[in-house]
């Protein structure tokens, strides 16, 4: 009888160790793929849903910027593309960037 119980834990024990060697190499594997990953990408600022708010208002108001940066932006493109000047895309762009925040207070007051 110990021989035959001695059997099964001498398979059970390599089993466990087979399983343990997969798991390590699985292991080695993902620390390999993250160092090549952090040496790519690791001079490059985090973005991503990780990092920013996820809730109900936080959307709103990324949508609302968003909305705002893209009028501005339309408007010195169009600016650009239909006159002749430099100094005329170079006001556009003045006042693009000096008029944003009334622009997003008068499109997105709360009253």
Do not use: C, D, Y
């Not at 949508?63 to 895309?89: H, Y």
Request: net charge positive; aromatic share 6%; proline share 2%.
């Amino acid at each position: 009888m110990s021989k035959e119980r001695a059997r099964r834990r001498a398979e059970r024990e390599a089993a466990a160790a087979l399983l343990a060697q997969k798991r390590a190499a699985e292991a080695a594997r993902r620390e390999r793929w993250a160092a090549r990953r952090r040496a790519l990408t690791g001079w490059f600022r985090s973005a991503g849903a990780r990092n920013r708010q996820s809730g109900i208002l936080a959307e709103r108001r990324r949508r609302q910027t968003a909305t705002t940066v893209a009028l501005v932006l339309a408007a010195v493109v169009l600016t650009w593309a239909f006159t002749e000047s430099p100094a005329a895309v170079l006001l556009a762009l003045a006042v693009g960037a000096l008029g944003a925040p009334v622009l997003h207070t008068m499109l997105f007051r709360r009253t």
